[in-house]
């Protein structure tokens, strides 16, 4: 996005200065306010932030504004011009800058690209009689679960990018591995017979660095303390493994959550939440092995059933 001159002189000005939005002093203890993201599929998630701050630039000013004092917070197509209202009644306009939003939810911690969020709304201490719906609450679910689950994909085509010039054995799953379990403590850097891990040491380097057991826990799927410890109760993902390297479509499903079971009957597929998650998650998560990332009620996964081709799905490995 271009940017005046104007704006170029201010930023450069008050990077000097360091303008912040005034805040009146306090000695009192205040309770964290939260904050509900609305992301661009229509996903919400609502946790509380680890800023207290947000950076925007304006035609007058480089502004820390403070959280408190923004209700609403829309973000352009561009990921980079913002409206903002704030609680006094004034109206902003500007250019925003932030890494990922830390923020810490009823079911763990999860960091959110500024891409992928098309408004943020802070909710108040205190704010009486909010409380997230079961809907909302599964939605947030299913947000942080393709949060993850896109990261998997990421560290899994990163790391074939780098073994496929070398002749290395690839970083996608293929039909050696007998669970899922299996095929992520072996990205994780366990020791292998065959495709079977046997061991985990700290010093073995994994096959997705920065891999860790965090991404791969879920809703009542706890995380494993390390990789030594991960096993099967901390593990929410089911991959699709396959032998044909270069013959599979790119809509193709790569990972799904656990919560959804997958039956080939009849040359069909057919896909069927299931309670390996809690009954409030109404939502099944997928990964595409071109990175695409889809929740779907069952009604929508009885749909995109319908559209997979059942001979790729004949090597589903779950936990």
Not at 43 to 52: K, L, Q, V
Request: net charge neutral.
């Amino acid at each position: 996005m271009k940017r005046s001159t104007c704006y170029l002189a201010v930023l450069a000005a008050t990077t000097l200065t360091g303008a912040t939005w005034a805040e009146p002093a306090t000695n009192q203890m205040e309770k964290p306010l939260r904050l509900e993201l609305t992301l661009v599929d229509g996903s919400r998630i609502i946790g509380t932030p680890a800023i207290e701050t947000v950076p925007v630039a304006t035609s007058f000013a480089l502004m820390n504004i403070p959280l408190k004092q923004i209700q609403t917070l829309k973000i352009g197509e561009d990921h980079e011009t913002v409206s903002l209202e704030l609680r006094n009644g004034d109206k902003l306009k500007g250019v925003i800058t932030l890494a990922p939003i830390k923020l810490t939810t009823v079911f763990g911690s999860v960091a959110v690209g500024i891409a992928q969020i098309r408004e943020l709304r802070v909710v108040p201490p205190g704010c009486v009689g909010f409380a997230p719906s079961l809907t909302i609450v599964s939605e947030m679910e299913a947000a942080v679960a393709k949060n993850k689950g896109r990261a998997i994909w990421q560290a899994v085509v990163l790391a074939n990018a780098e073994r496929e010039p070398l002749n290395m054995p690839p970083a996608w799953p293929t039909t050696g591995f007998a669970t899922s379990t299996d095929y992520f403590k072996y990205l994780m850097g366990w020791t292998m017979n065959g495709l079977r891990p046997t061991a985990y040491t700290p010093d073995t380097t994994p096959i997705c660095e920065n891999f860790t057991p965090s991404v791969l826990a879920g809703p009542n799927i706890p995380p494993a303390s390390d990789p030594r410890a991960f096993g099967a109760t901390n593990n929410a993902w089911c991959v699709v493994a396959t032998d044909e390297k270069d013959q599979v479509p790119n809509e193709t499903p790569f990972l799904f959550s656990r919560n959804i079971e997958v039956t080939v009957q009849d040359g069909k597929v057919r896909l069927r939440l299931n309670d390996e998650i809690p009954a409030r998650t109404t939502y099944g998560v997928i990964i595409t092995r071109d990175g695409s990332v889809m929740h779907k009620k069952q009604t929508e996964l009885d749909e995109y059933a319908g559209t997979l081709n059942p001979v790729l799905l004949r090597h589903v490995r779950r936990p």
